[in-house]
């Protein structure tokens, strides 16, 4: 419970102190209804952790803690309607939401924490080279060795599916103990895939990702709809700055590579001085318009990219798209650079702002790692972690140039 601790004794505080602001704003006084409904809702997120300690590994932290925490409060609200006890509906609206947001981070923070205690390996050729960081992790040498304390067993497949091996593994079923393969593991802690061992069959989406797969075009639409206002005003102000500056067009064309190798024309704001675009940014570059570092940092020169949205050539989140050039020089250093093209390309994506800027082909190879485990971990919950990372970037201001 430890990794719900910190989340739901501040969700219960908080919850406690909204509802009674609410109730005292209403001047209510009957305090013995208020305790009890106080009582219910700070229940609530103790109540979930309990449940949610029960899923050994759950591949959708953030939208199973919304589901249990709903489900958690409904039963609540249902028993203080029972005893007929009076309650303002707008303090359990703000409790609920309260609840529903630290239970979902607590979860997070929960499933972290199991991927990162109590873990072994059974050691086989490359083991250090696979597995980057051996922190916190126990080696097992020998068929032979000690589970003790252990809940997880990482293996590999190839090596440990043996009959020299065959010994620890069922001693591992008969304690209890997770088997499971190192790929997976390296996948959940860093973020990304072994590239040399991906292999596009890997990629078997369950019915929630095939369902998210066809409602995220929903979202991407309705976000670029929702927001047309504020993003119209503040392109009609970039754009008459750089006018101003430079003159036109202050609409720059590149044409990119985007969903199954497709070739598309994608927008920015032209933040270059005419006549000096091409290449690679680099750090104080000259070619910057006065003024227009700040567009650039802030990662406004891509609204012009919520009209390839519009247009079906772009989603909100996927992999970064990259000129026709990049992609093929990447492509003869590493063929499986192919499979970025498998989902629409975004305005933002994982690899973005877990590796950042690439300006050589060796680190577009590593940012490969990034993109294949988004396109294989596709899921709402993801898309969250890329949105709130993306927030962050943008107000540190980290990785443009």
């Known amino acids: 419970m430890r990794g719900f601790l910190r989340p739901a004794i501040l969700s219960a505080l908080l919850q406690s102190a909204v509802y009674a602001y609410v109730m005292i704003s209403a001047n209510r006084s009957d305090w013995h209804n208020i305790a009890a409904a106080i009582v219910a809702t700070a229940t609530v997120p103790f109540l979930?952790?309990?449940?949610?300690?029960?899923?050994?590994?759950?591949?959708?932290?953030?939208?199973?803690?919304?589901?249990?925490?709903?489900?958690?409060?409904?039963?609540?609200?249902?028993?203080?309607?029972?005893?007929?006890?009076?309650?303002?509906?707008?303090?359990?609206?703000?409790?609920?939401?309260?609840?529903?947001?630290?239970?979902?981070?607590?979860?997070?923070?929960?499933?972290?924490l199991r991927n990162s205690t109590n873990i072994a390996v059974a050691r086989f050729p490359g083991l250090e080279v696979a597995i980057e960081d051996l922190r916190g992790l126990s080696i097992i040498d020998s068929p032979e060795g000690s589970l003790e304390g252990i809940d997880t067993l990482l293996i590999d497949v190839v090596h440990h599916h043996s009959g020299e091996w065959s010994p620890l593994l069922s001693r591992s079923y008969l304690e209890g103990v997770e088997i499971l393969p190192w790929t997976r593991y390296a996948e959940a802690r860093y973020g990304k895939l072994d590239v040399e061992s991906f292999d596009v069959s890997h990629l078997v989406y369950a019915p929630s990702q095939l369902i998210y797969s066809r409602a995220k075009r929903f979202f991407d639409v309705s976000f670029v709809l929702l927001t047309l206002p504020i993003t119209l005003l503040l392109s009609a102000v970039v754009g008459l700055y750089i006018f101003a500056r430079?003159?036109?067009?202050?609409?720059?064309?590149?044409?990119?590579?985007?969903?199954?190798?497709?070739?598309?024309?994608?927008?920015?704001?032209?933040?270059?001085?005419?006549?000096?675009?091409?290449?690679?940014?680099?750090?104080?570059?000259?070619?910057?318009?006065?003024?227009?570092?700040?567009?650039?940092?802030?990662?406004?020169?891509?609204?012009?990219?919520?009209?390839?949205?519009?247009?079906?050539?772009?989603?909100?989140?996927?992999?970064?798209?990259?000129?026709?050039?990049?992609?093929?020089?990447?492509?003869?250093?590493?063929?499986?650079?192919?499979?970025?093209?498998?989902?629409?390309?975004?305005?933002?994506?994982?690899?973005?702002?877990?590796?950042?800027?690439?300006?050589?082909?060796?680190q577009e190879v590593k940012k490969l790692a990034y993109d294949l485990y988004y396109i294989k971990r596709l899921s709402f919950d993801l898309d969250l972690l890329v949105l709130f990372k993306t927030i962050r970037t943008v107000l540190l201001g980290v990785g443009a140039r």
């Open 48 to 112: 979930a952790a309990a449940v949610l300690t029960a899923f050994r590994r759950n591949e959708a932290p953030i939208g199973t803690g919304v589901i249990v925490s709903l489900a958690v409060y409904s039963v609540a609200v249902t028993v203080l309607s029972a005893f007929r006890i009076p309650v303002s509906y707008t303090g359990l609206a703000w409790c609920a939401l309260i609840a529903i947001v630290l239970t979902a981070y607590g979860n997070l923070r929960f499933n972290r």
């Open 246 to 362: 430079d003159g036109g067009p202050v609409i720059f064309v590149q044409i990119r590579r985007g969903y199954g190798g497709k070739r598309f024309r994608m927008y920015k704001f032209r933040t270059m001085y005419k006549k000096t675009a091409g290449g690679a940014t680099a750090k104080n570059d000259k070619r910057i318009i006065p003024g227009c570092r700040a567009i650039r940092k802030f990662r406004i020169d891509e609204l012009p990219q919520l009209l390839n949205i519009l247009r079906g050539e772009m989603s909100l989140i996927g992999p970064r798209p990259v000129a026709e050039y990049v992609a093929k020089a990447t492509e003869r250093v590493e063929p499986k650079y192919s499979f970025r093209s498998l989902v629409l390309p975004g305005i933002t994506g994982w690899a973005q702002v877990s590796s950042g800027y690439a300006e050589t082909t060796d």
